[in-house]
């Protein structure tokens, strides 16, 4: 027999919670991100829990006018992968609007702009580790941009390829593209299209 309430789809939301945080403090400063520890009072204890302080980022669902998707690959280290990715990157510019960071990644990343922008979806990317949320925009009318950009470390050799969508999100649904961020984008863009 079933205990558990039963919902509809349009009733399930996340919702905030806003514990006593009893102390946080920065235990390791990295480059990009730091690593903070919460001391938190949650039900009748207190729990201790360390986690990635991010910054937030943005990612692209580019497609071009024939439904193709732009994909690029770089290493990764902490995977040792060369993953298939959307261009993306942090919000790490303060005050920049989330779409001005978009564009912005596009270009740096993939030397294009586009006419048409719309915000996809937004995702927590993984809310047990870390406070990343990033935002996944749908930008079409794709051109070049008037110049060529630089690239340095793991973004020197990127690879560019436009894939159509159907067979990106195929690669996801065979477990051939595992990029969480790619998987989400293409497979809400498709239904965005199909809708």
């Known amino acids: 027999m079933r205990t558990d309430p039963i919902v509809s789809g349009a009733e399930l939301r996340d919702e905030p919670a806003t514990p006593e945080v009893l102390s946080s403090d920065v235990v390791y400063r990295g480059a990009v991100w730091s690593v903070r520890e919460d001391r938190v009072r949650y039900g009748d204890g207190e729990l201790v829990r360390q986690y990635t302080d991010h910054t937030g980022a ?74 990343e949320m990033i935002r996944i925009y749908l930008a079409r009318g794709v051109s070049a941009t008037e110049q060529v950009f630089e690239r340095e470390a793991e973004e020197a050799d990127i690879r560019r390829v436009w894939v159509p969508l159907t067979d990106a999100v195929t690669g996801v649904l065979e477990g051939r593209l595992r990029n969480g961020i790619l998987s989400i984008g293409v497979l809400a863009a498709e239904r965005r299209l199909r809708a």
């Open 58 to 131: 943005v990612a692209v669902v580019a497609l071009d006018d024939e439904e193709r998707v732009l994909l690029i690959q770089q290493y990764r280290h902490p995977i040792r992968q060369r993953d298939w990715e959307l261009p993306a990157g942090l919000l790490d510019v303060a005050g920049e609007d989330p779409v001005e960071a978009a564009r912005r990644e596009l270009a740096e990343e993939a030397d294009l702009v586009a006419e048409d922008w719309s915000e996809l979806v937004s995702t927590w990317t993984t809310p047990g580790g870390n406070s």
